[in-house]
Every structure is written in C-alpha cells, then in structure tokens.
C-alpha cells in the first residue's frame, strides 16, 4: 500500500508559518494538500483544504514524557484514511509554542497511522532577526530546530551577511542533519519543503564533511623543524581573551598521528596560565595562552627535540600566530585541522559516529534499547545505517526519544559496509555514546 | 432464525460514517464520511439530499422537527438551510438530548449545547482537553459526559463545574452512558475500556484488549455492554452490585478482523454487530442461550442502526453502500 506523505511544520511564533502555509495552499503545484492547523494557531487560514483541531496530547504508557502523543490526530487522520477521495499530502502545522515531539511521536506508536502514513519530514521556520533571543530562553525553539529536516530560516532580508551565517553556524552545530535554506517571505519552491524524502543520513556529510569525525578540544596541530632550545610562539590577534596549547616533543612529521593521541588527554588536564613575555615548555603539558592585541610573544623551550607538536584550541590564522627561531618564522612539516567544539553552550547539540565494519545485532539492539531508557528523555531524534554481521542489506534506523524504528534498507552491493548513527539531543555525552556504540561492533 | 430480506443497497460518496433514524423512524440519515447525505425512507425511498461539509462530514442528529449536519469545517447547519452559530474546529458529532430538547456538539475545548432557540447558554467552554466524544445520560436529559485527554468530565448543565470526574490519564476515542445512567464507558486510544459506576463512585479498567475498542453498546436495559477490540465481541454484564468487576464475560466469536460496530435492538434480544470484512453478525440473547446468524457481506462494516420500532436494521458499508435488512419471523 502506497503511504501518504505527511510533512510537520513547526516554529516559533512569528517564524512566518501561516505565510508558508498560504502559499502551499495557493501554488500551482498540481496537489491536494490537506492541512492540519491548530485551532489556537496564530492566524486561522479560511480555505477548503484547512482542518482546525485542538491538540489533545495524552501519554501512552502511564505519564512517560517520550509516550506522549496527539490524540486528535490519530482520530482525524484516521478518518481521512478511511475516505475514498484521497489527499496527496497532509501538512501538520504545531504551534510556536509546541514541542514537535508528540506529533512526531504518534506515527511511531499508532499501528494504524503507521500502516498508512510516513512522516516525510519536520520542517521548522526560523525567524532569522528573533530566534538568537529564542534560543537563549526557550526550550520549545531548541526543540523545534533539533527535530527539523528541513530549516527555513526566514525573514532573512531583515539580518545581515555576517549575522546569518552565524546563525547558521549555530543552528548547525545545534542539528547537523537538517538541510538549511535561507528564505524571505517564506518564498521558496514548495517541492523543497513537501519533498523532503525523509530519511537523508548522507546529506549531513554534504553540509559537514566533518560531521561524522570525532570532536576534538583542538582545532590545529603541526610539527615544526627545530635546532636550538627555544622558538618563539607569535600572535599579532587576540580574538578570544586566552587559548589552549600544548607542545610535545616528537621524532618527525610522521608523528603527528601519534601526538594527536597525546594531546586530546593532555587538554583534558588543568591548564598552567602564561602571560605574554613568560614561557611554554614543550613538555606536553597544556598552557593557556592569555591572548593581548598587537603582536605579542611567548618563549617555548624545546628541549633539545628535533621536531616539535604544537596544537592549539583555535587555527592559527585566527591569531596570525606563527612559530618563530631567531626572528624567522618556521615552515610546518606537516599540519592537521580538526573538527573543534562547538562555539556556542547550546544545550541541544549533534553527535555523528561512524565505524567501518559490522555490528553485532543483539549487541546494537540491547545498547539501544538501554540507551533509549534511560537517555531517551534527552534524546530528540536518532537516524542510522547499520551494517549487520550476517545481514546482506543495509539496516535503517530511526528513533524519537525512547521509540525506535528499524527498517531494510536494502543490500549493500559493492559498497563498503560501514556503520554511521546520528543523534540530535540534550546533554550528549559523545565520549559515552561513542564507546556504546563502538561495543557493538562484531 | 428470522429470515433476513435486503432493501438496497443505496450508493452514496463515501464510506459510511454513521447511519441515524429520526426518533419516530420515518426516516434514516445516511451520512459518508464525504459527500451528500441522503435520507431514505424504511422502504428504501430516497426522500432527500443534505449537501457535505467542505473536508468531511460528521455524525448528524435530528432536532427541533429536522436534520442537522456538522462536520471537518466547523458548521452546523438543517437540511432547510438554518445554521447554529460555532466557533472554529471541526465538529465531529451531533447529539440530541434524550427529551429533545438541546443539541450538543464538541468543537475543541468547547461543549457547544444548543436550545430549541438557538441560545447557547448552556455550553460549557473552555474545557481543559479537547472534546474527544461526549454522551448524554440517557435517564437524565441535564447531565452530559465528556471525554477529553486525561478522562471523563460529567456536568449538569448551567453548571461550568463538574459534579463528577473520571480521570486516568488516558484519552479516549469514544464515550457512552448507559440507559439506566448507572455506567459510564470510553473505549480507549490504548487497547481497554475504562467504567464508572455512578452509583458506587467507583471506577473500573478492563484491559487485554487486542486493538482499540471501537465497537461499544449498552443493550436498553442496561444489563449488557458488548465490546469490541479483537475478533470476538466480548459482553461483559453490568448487573448486580460489582458490575463487570470479577466476572468472566461472554465472548462472541465468528469474525475474521476486529467487531468495528455494534448495536442492540430496541427489544434488548438481539445485537448486530460487523467487522471491518463484511462478516455482520446478529446474536439472539435467549436466557443463558446465545444463537447467532452469520451473513457475508460484500464490504466492511462501518455503521448500524435498528429501525426505532421495528424489525428493520440499516447496515453501512466503507464502500459506501448501505442496505436496509428486514428481520422477518
């Protein structure tokens, strides 16, 4: 049986909804579009094609917050299913002040809407001038991007060049999955909100090559030729008031895998303060760089190495910072730039994992399941492609919360059979997920 | 068994959503879930065409002398044109007080209660959950429950608080009061029935279930509750001081999907109840004895309505045919 796809749009009050919804409604796109819209929705919508009901949420397994979902709408799309003249696609508009999750939720628990709908996507409409003060004090905004497929950040005229890929920067960092297009007056192509095809795990390595490597507390490392005892470290900028850095003494440039090792434990450690004028040690040891305008200058003590491993919490560049003997800067070795932490203290973060190989199936199964008791509160969206030992064909993952889903996503082929997991949250531990997930490997 | 003679079937747009008579039975309301409505005599007639509501039609309901219709678009309007003033929601149901005096509707989290003028002063608005059904108690036409996330609610109207509450943090997919005003029951989102003993003040919840329980019906002396929620109809039996409570019920078989309908007849002897194939079955209660007569239809079972007098059934089908089955001795 053909399902009918169903597109939730969510955002924020005043993110522009209604006139998205309008324009569904009135483009020639050849559909017949049914839409869902909250009875106390911002601005009612009179047209043909507009069911208004008030949500009813009521919770599924004696008051789980992740079991809760729409009773209105089991009732509703029930009956629209019924019906002989079918809808082409049914639009589920939430409230600004909504939390997606129970809508999402039902398709997950209701056997019947589950037999005859898929969710093709979550779409959310950012307020590109507002959301930043959202963001900051509002759950419900978090929420709304990190389950989105889709994010329409709009009223885009009314924020400059600068403070939009900011914010994008950060809605990023906050759901590295969703597709983001910038829109004013909501205007863009209804195919790219109605046809979002739902599940897309590649699209987050087109967004960020990076996404699915591990986080590292450094965004540079190389390895410099040195001859005497000491270097100078050089930085004409300064735009964080300090910076991490730690210095190891290494036989060459092909060390630099092996000192990277080193220093994702030494920036776990307390960091020692230097001042400029004052001295580092390449000891392995992790300095704060307390960063001044103008060019400012520390001494490092080699220790006599040939080659030294320097990794600093920011990219070089962002300092003019360079390594320096007897006044002439060093030409690096060999240099590596890695996927940094993120830059804001969002809450609401993603976290990509990814192993080549297989997994083992109860392995996978029983981590998940244990991990969605008792993290599925914080966890707001998962997607995966799992390589099962045993199993010829790809396995799609999916879950919201504590509700998993796992579906054939047919064979592999001739393509190299990896694993990858995607999680959208709250409070993410991606050292403790990332160990979880490696355990399962067969 | 009584021999059975079909009159019909009417086509009409859609799958049938509900199938009303008029309290005197001169005439059926057959509402699908889209399309016109279209009333028909008990010979078979058609006596007349009500339009549709823009996105969907609710269940319709006879008052002040005519049919009112409600549905996905909010409105409620007569087969002669007259409208009663609502908000904005779709309206899936209509219901007439049982002296005939009012007309209630649920549009969100409003009870709209209409009297014979129009006056809405009786309307209980506001309501802390949508109104996912609501009943009136048949033995007492100023009392109304509802059902809404959470539970039930039963008002007397003029009265905004309600006299008594019947919460379990559920919701419900439909409601019904018994004739005898003693017993409340919704049959649940989640695979159970939840009752309420009005004379105890004590609640009830039945559960092993398989599917929802779509299918529920008080026989008229309020002595049975048939359910349905699997491919048996399950009749639990509401006498005595306990009710239901630790009483094995009586389970119907002879379905092949889940009893989707179930209705008794005026006289309490018979039900006619259907799953979503087309098998209808009609069970004769004779004492401890139940004998049933199986009949194949073409379609699903989606509606039933017992003629108010006499051996007459309407049968809706989620084709959208409906026929008339004459129960003959």
Redesign the interface.
């Known amino acids: 049986m053909d399902k009918t796809p169903v597109t939730i749009l969510t955002g924020f009050l005043g993110a522009g909804k209604t006139t998205l919804l309008n324009r569904i409604l009135t483009e020639q796109h050849g559909l017949r579009i049914?839409v869902i819209e909250n009875?106390?929705g911002e601005v009612?919508i009179d047209h043909?094609?507009?069911?208004?009901?008030?949500?009813?949420?009521?919770?599924?397994n004696?008051?789980c917050i992740c079991c809760t979902v729409r009773?209105?709408l089991?009732?509703?799309l029930g009956?629209?299913m019924?019906?002989?003249?079918k809808f082409d696609h049914i639009l589920i508009e939430t409230t600004g002040l909504a939390d997606p999750g129970p809508v999402v939720q039902t398709f997950f628990v209701d056997e019947e809407l589950r037999d005859r709908l898929s969710v093709n996507g979550v779409v959310t409409l950012v307020d590109a001038r507002h959301i930043v003060e959202h963001l900051d004090d509002s759950d419900e905004a978090r929420e709304q991007i990190a389950f989105a497929d889709v994010i329409l950040l709009n009223k885009c005229d009314l924020v400059d060049e600068e403070a939009l890929t900011g914010l994008e920067t950060r809605i990023r960092s906050m759901n590295a999955l969703a597709k983001i297009h910038r829109t004013t007056n909501a205007d863009i192509p209804i195919p790219r909100v109605l046809d979002v095809g739902g599940f897309n795990l590649d699209h987050a390595m087109e967004v960020d090559p990076h996404f699915l490597e591990p986080e590292h507390p450094f965004e540079w490392g190389g390895i410099f030729p040195v001859s005497g005892s000491t270097v100078s470290v050089v930085t004409k900028a300064a735009p964080d008031p300090s910076m991490g850095i730690a210095v190891f003494p290494v036989a060459g440039p092909e060390d630099l895998a092996s000192a990277r090792e080193k220093a994702v434990r030494a920036f776990s450690d307390e960091a020692a303060s230097r001042e400029p004028g004052s001295t580092l040690t390449a000891d392995g040891a992790l300095y704060e760089m307390i960063l001044k305008p103008g060019t400012q200058s520390w001494t490092l003590k080699t220790g006599g190495a040939s080659h030294i491993a320097i990794f600093t919490e920011h990219h070089p560049e962002e300092l003019e910072m360079t390594i320096a003997a007897r006044g002439t800067p060093l030409d690096v070795a060999a240099e590596e730039s890695f996927h940094g932490h993120h830059h804001h203290d969002d809450d609401v973060t993603s976290v990509g994992l990814e192993y080549t190989g297989e997994c083992n199936g109860k392995k996978l199964n029983d981590w998940l399941s244990t991990l969605v008791r008792e993290k599925g509160a914080d966890i707001f969206r998962m997607k995966g492609v799992f390589a099962l030992k045993g199993n010829p064909d790809r396995v799609i993952f999916q879950g919201v919360h504590m509700l998993i889903d796992a579906a054939n996503g047919g064979p592999w082929g001739t393509r190299p059979r990896h694993n990858r997991l995607v999680f959208i949250g709250r409070n993410l531990d991606r050292a403790e997920l990332n160990s979880g997930f490696r355990s399962c490997l067969a | 068994m009584p021999r059975l003679t079909e009159i019909g079937p009417l086509q009409t747009?859609?799958?049938i959503l509900a199938l009303v008579w008029s309290p005197d039975g001169t005439e059926l309301a057959v509402t699908p879930?889209?399309g016109q409505s279209v009333l028909v005599t008990p010979d078979g007639r058609v006596a007349g065409r009500v339009d549709g509501h823009?996105?969907?039609n609710g269940q319709p309901a006879w008052f002040d002398g005519e049919w009112w219709t409600c549905g996905?678009?909010?409105r409620i309007r007569s087969q002669n044109g007259k409208t009663l003033p609502t908000?904005?929601?779709?309206i899936?149901k209509l219901s007439t007080s049982p002296d005939g005096g009012r007309l209630a509707a649920g549009q969100?989290?409003d009870l709209l209660v209409f009297d014979n003028a129009g006056a809405t002063d009786a309307s209980l608005r506001g309501l802390p959950?949508?109104v996912?059904d609501f009943a009136w108690n048949p033995s007492n036409p100023a009392e109304i429950a509802t059902v809404?996330?959470?539970g039930a609610r039963m008002f007397r109207l003029g009265e905004s608080e309600p006299f008594a509450r019947f919460d379990w943090?559920?919701?419900?997919?439909s409601v019904a009061w018994s004739p005898d005003g003693r017993w409340l029951v919704t049959g649940d989102?989640?695979p159970s029935v939840h009752l309420y003993d009005f004379t105890r003040d004590y609640p009830l919840h039945i559960q092993g279930y398989e599917t929802k329980v779509r299918a529920m019906a008080f026989s008229p002396d309020s002595r049975k509750l048939a359910t349905g929620g699997s491919s048996v109809l399950t009749v639990w039996p509401c006498t005595g001081p306990s009710g239901p409570e630790g009483v094995t019920p009586v389970q119907l078989d002879g379905f092949d999907a889940d009893v989707l309908v179930a209705s008794f007849a005026p006289d309490g002897c018979q039900a006619a109840t259907g799953d979503d194939t087309g098998v209808l079955l009609f069970f004769t209660f004779d004492g401890d004895q139940v004998v049933r007569r199986r009949v194949r239809r073409d379609a699903g079972i989606?509606a039933i309505a017992w003629h108010p007098k006499d051996p007459l059934v309407a049968v809706g089908h989620?084709d959208?045919t409906m026929s008339l089955l004459v129960l003959e001795a």
């Open positions: 049914a009875e106390f009612g043909e094609l507009v069911i208004n009901a008030d949500e009813e949420l009521f919770e599924m004696n008051g009773g209105d089991i009732r509703i009956n629209l019924k019906r002989r003249d | 747009d859609d799958h879930a889209t823009a996105l969907g996905f678009d909010g908000g904005r929601g779709i899936e969100g989290k959950a949508a996912a809404g996330a959470g943090g559920g919701a419900s997919l989102q989640t989606s989620n959208g």
